[in-house]
């Protein structure tokens, strides 16, 4: 195993999910890998689950639209909406899941994604905020912390590439 910081905190009194992880590869190579469609669609699903995106627009008042699809084709859609972008370093966006026609289900969760470099190991930090405590639970009873964590491991893995 690797000395990179891996850490994931659920804070029920403020129903915020915290994860910071390092990965031994340039900021500006993470920050892609996090807001490039033709990256995304390559490790943000936990195997064998994959990511299919419909449309991205990442700017700020844009949007991803985007499919986790199961090994036998069942799609989970889910949006994105970017409601801010600091090149490089921060973006925030309100997620949601939603059908196959874009109507979201709310409530959903607002994410809050600071990259800082140091030394050639940039640390992406994520801050989940849930609309609601329940959500939250949901959330973490549905296996977040199991499935973000193969996640994260996919984005590890193409970053080595």
Do not use: C
């Not at 109507?103 to 640390?123: A, C, V, Y």
């Amino acid at each position: 195993m690797n000395n990179l910081l891996f850490d994931f905190t659920v804070d029920k009194s403020t129903r915020s999910v915290s994860i910071n992880r390092e990965f031994a590869a340039g900021q500006s190579l993470v920050w892609d890998a996090f807001t490039k469609q033709e990256l995304l669609d390559q490790w943000w699903a936990p195997k064998p689950f994959i990511s299919r995106t419909k449309s991205m627009d990442f700017k700020v008042g844009g949007r991803r639209f985007y499919a986790m699809v199961s090994p036998e084709g069942q799609e989970n859609w889910q949006i994105q909406d970017y409601t801010s972008i600091s090149p490089k370093t921060n973006f925030k966006f309100l997620s949601v899941f939603a059908d196959k026609d874009e109507t979201p289900h709310l409530p959903g969760s607002n994410w809050d994604l600071n990259f800082s470099e140091q030394n050639g190991i940039t640390k992406v930090s994520i801050v989940i905020y849930n609309e609601s405590l329940e959500r939250m639970e949901r959330m973490i009873e549905m296996g977040f912390k199991e499935g973000f964590t193969m996640t994260l491991n996919e984005l590890e893995a193409l970053l080595k590439k």
